[in-house]
């Protein structure tokens, strides 16, 4: 009887595609021919922890691997880790968290990233656990046996344990515990691979011990590379501003996207798309304006659809790339009686209007020539310039911030 799944390279071309390191390396091939013979999918793994996640590009890069798995036939398990959540992944960080949250925030937090994460995965397809089902019923004499299976000389060869050691910073025994969680999920699900980042490499390999221990199979542990953000150097986050959130509209996007660096632009397209290397390549090898717009509409079209995707290449084009007008232009009321004379000094209209916070900073923009006047976008000449304040006019600030005045 004929094998449900495809031939193993093909399966090995599109799911190595993007990833950093496979370990084992050579086990990989092996387990997806054994799972042809036998017509049993193998059990992808990828947990996440539900601390309040607005989820964005970066994220999606392991979550699209599993989108690949599902679509080869094999079963997506997401461990929404509610448990792991109240210790807090200590994964890079050089300090304890200062807040663990509490069990009503984290389901919180869990329902909305569920209904986040169907913009990539079938959930419909894939087993949801929550890793508080297991740890919730665990006697302490239990936790205690587990514990004994890890050394603390283990643990210490963590790249972030090891640096707060050295520097004489705390480790708290509750971050001790993280990672032998996150190894043990693997046993309760009986893991085949794991996915995640090259920072979760100590934990893929723990959980390939305690299965050992346990008799099971050993996982094997995929690591994709860390999305920049862009900047084009930092990783791709909230905190740093830096990031493109899949439940933006597709205009944000767009905008976002056309800032990006062309540093950066092949790795988005081989993380966030499908389209054949050499073909990126000649795209990139032209001009970065259009290689951007189709990535920008390749992506966009995954969390929203081909229409928007281009209703929002189109916009952009219009009112940004070329010479229209924005469709939606916000209106500044301004007092006639600031204007005896109807005009006013450049740097102080900026600052009324509150497209610069401070006349040092305006007068920075006018000498870089980035304040501009009406339709035509005339740059303003000097700080000092007295400007005809007319009821409509059309105030830029760079290509971003900008204003119609309304005088009453």
Same mark, same amino acid.
């Given at each position: ?11 090995? =071309? ?85 807040? =663990? ?180 390549? =000649? ?126």
């Amino acid at each position: 009887m004929p094998s449900a799944f495809p031939p193993v390279a093909e399966q090995l =071309r599109i799911l190595t595609r993007g990833v950093e390191k496979i370990v084992p390396d050579d086990e990989l091939p092996r387990k997806l021919e054994h799972s042809r013979q036998t017509g049993t999918p193998l059990r992808v793994k990828y947990g996440i922890d539900p601390t309040g996640i607005d989820v964005h590009l970066g994220h999606t890069v392991p979550l699209r691997k599993i989108r690949q798995f599902q679509d080869l036939g094999h079963q997506a398990v997401i461990i929404l880790g509610n448990y792991t959540a109240m210790v807090g992944d200590p994964s890079g960080r050089d300090e304890a968290r200062s807040r =663990r949250l509490t069990e009503a925030e984290v389901e919180s937090n869990a329902r909305d990233y569920l209904a986040q994460v169907g913009k990539v995965i079938d959930l419909s397809r894939a087993e949801v656990h929550r890793n508080g089902d297991w740890f919730g019923r665990m006697s302490f004499a239990q936790v205690l046996a587990l514990c004994g299976r890890v050394t603390v000389a283990q643990l210490l060869t963590r790249d972030d344990f090891a640096r707060r050691y050295r520097d004489e910073r705390p480790i708290f025994l509750h971050e001790c515990l993280y990672p032998v969680m996150q190894a043990w999920d693997s046993v309760e699900i009986r893991s085949d691979v794991e996915l995640g980042g090259t920072e979760q490499l100590y934990s893929f390999m723990l959980a390939r011990d305690l299965q050992a221990q346990e008799g099971l199979p050993q996982q094997i542990g995929m690591m994709s590379p860390i999305l920049v953000g862009l900047d084009g150097v930092r990783r791709m986050g909230k905190s740093l501003g830096n990031y493109i959130g899949i439940s933006e509209s597709p205009f944000e996007m767009m905008k976002k996207f056309m800032q990006l660096p062309d540093t950066a632009m092949r790795m988005f397209f081989e993380l966030l798309t499908e389209i054949p290397l050499d073909e990126a390549d =000649r795209l990139l090898s032209g001009h970065p304006k259009e290689a951007k717009v189709t990535l920008a509409k390749h992506v966009i079209a995954q969390y929203h659809d081909a229409r928007q995707a281009e209703e929002a290449a189109t916009r952009w084009q219009n009112e940004i790339g070329g010479s229209g007008l924005p469709a939606d232009i916000p209106e500044v009321r301004l007092r006639r009686e600031t204007l005896p004379d109807g005009n006013m000094p450049a740097v102080r209209l900026l600052t009324e209007l509150a497209l610069c916070s401070s006349g040092s900073e305006a007068r920075r923009l006018i000498a870089q020539g980035g304040a501009r006047l009406g339709p035509d976008k005339v740059a303003v000449e000097s700080a000092d310039q007295a400007i005809r304040v007319d009821d409509g006019l059309l105030v830029w600030a760079g290509k971003k911030k900008f204003c119609r005045v309304r005088l009453e």
